[in-house]
């Protein structure tokens, strides 16, 4: 039969028995073996057998109500039961063949653990992987609609081709990357999406750690548009 870890000892009763000298005083003595409880001991005091009530046991630990008197050798606890062992699993003794196939679920990895540089392995090459921060497939026509999305709480319809991109978790600073595709204007077939749009009064928006404001607009006339198809991921 296989074992995890070390493999048992097959284990017997084993007499044994410890003296202590009282002291008048002392109530807690060290036992040579561990114990479940006081069933597993016989304690005497100047051969006078105890009652399990004046005393308590576990592990190695006895401890007396009362402090037996002053004497040497006038204590002694006789083993009624078999020694208790421990089996644990030895260090780095778990390999990938003994852990079961999907038994390592993502609750058991912290967040902290997933890094940019595990994620690398996952496709060939030495340049490493960043995952996106956000992105947002939306409908910018008519009432606004997120089709899908990963870390973005909502769109806000500015104006005609106006739109800002509000992050549910803010990002770690302003420096990140906006990376944005829109679908072309019907009647002219051209279209493009630019960030840091103006506001009416002509200033421009910069980004911030919770929100990015992008505009569509028709490269001909340069005129913004409400785009039916605008998607925006961010990189940082």
Do not use: H
Request: hydrophobic share 40%; with cysteine; proline share 3%.
């Amino acid at each position: 039969m296989a074992y995890l870890g070390s493999t048992p000892t097959t284990q017997s009763f084993i007499a044994g028995t410890d003296y202590f000298n009282g002291t008048g005083a002392q109530v807690a003595f060290t036992l040579s073996r561990s114990v479940n409880s006081v069933n597993d001991i016989e304690v005497v005091v100047n051969n006078v057998e105890q009652s399990p009530s004046t005393y308590t046991a576990a592990g190695t630990a006895l401890t007396f109500s009362a402090a037996p008197s002053s004497g040497t050798s006038n204590i002694y606890v006789r083993y009624l039961s078999t020694t208790l062992q421990s089996i644990g699993v030895g260090d780095l003794s778990v390999s990938a063949a003994k852990i079961q196939t999907n038994a390592v679920t993502t609750d058991k990895i912290l967040d902290a653990s997933i890094t940019a540089a595990k994620l690398s392995g996952a496709s060939n090459g030495s340049a490493p992987i960043y995952a996106a921060r956000a992105w947002v497939n939306f409908n910018g026509t008519g009432t606004v609609a997120i089709r899908a999305s990963g870390n973005v709480s909502s769109i806000t319809d500015n104006n005609t081709g106006d739109y800002t991109i509000n992050f549910a978790i803010a990002m770690p600073d302003v420096n990140y990357s906006a990376e944005c595709s829109t679908a072309a204007q019907a009647t002219t077939r051209s279209g493009a999406i630019v960030i840091n749009t103006q506001n009416n009064n002509g200033a421009r928006i910069n980004p911030t750690t919770i929100a990015l404001r992008v505009s569509t607009y028709n490269t001909n006339g340069n005129l913004e548009y409400d785009s039916e198809f605008v998607n925006v991921a961010i990189f940082r």
